[in-house]
């Protein structure tokens, strides 16, 4: 069993930056696969970031891209999510996600094994 703790939320105004941790408790966070995902008052939830369990790949939807850096550090078994550059859509709340599989790219919801109960993040105009 893996327990994931978001912190970092909170509001900014656009154009502002943010940073979001997620420490994990286990032993082998190193052999996880991480995900940031966000979801949206009535919209579904969606990844916002990946990074795979040797920090060699990463993967951002285009809505982020350029703008938000997903990062690890496998001594702190904790997870980053820096987001500059913010915008008003995303506002969200934002979860961390663990997948105990090692692979290059993960995007759907249904993949990963654990999540954390998320931070919310507001944009304001």
């Known amino acids: 069993q893996v327990r994931l703790e978001e912190s970092g939320g909170g509001l900014v105004q656009a154009g502002g930056s943010l940073r979001l941790s997620c420490a994990a408790t286990t032993r082998t966070f190193s052999t996880y696969s991480m995900g940031w995902f966000r979801q949206a008052p009535g919209k579904e939830r969606e990844l916002a970031a990946f990074?795979?369990?040797?920090?060699?790949?990463?993967y951002y939807p285009d809505s982020v891209k350029g703008r938000f850096t997903i990062s690890r550090d496998n001594a702190k078994n904790t997870v980053y999510l820096q987001m500059n550059s913010l915008k008003p859509e995303d506002t969200a709340v934002y979860y961390c996600?663990?997948?105990?599989?090692?692979?290059?790219?993960?995007?759907?919801?249904?993949?990963?094994?654990?999540w954390g109960q998320g931070t919310q993040v507001t944009v304001s105009s």
């Open positions: 990074i795979s369990w040797s920090r060699g790949n990463t």
């Open positions: 996600a663990a997948r105990n599989l090692r692979v290059a790219v993960s995007t759907r919801v249904d993949e990963y094994d654990y």
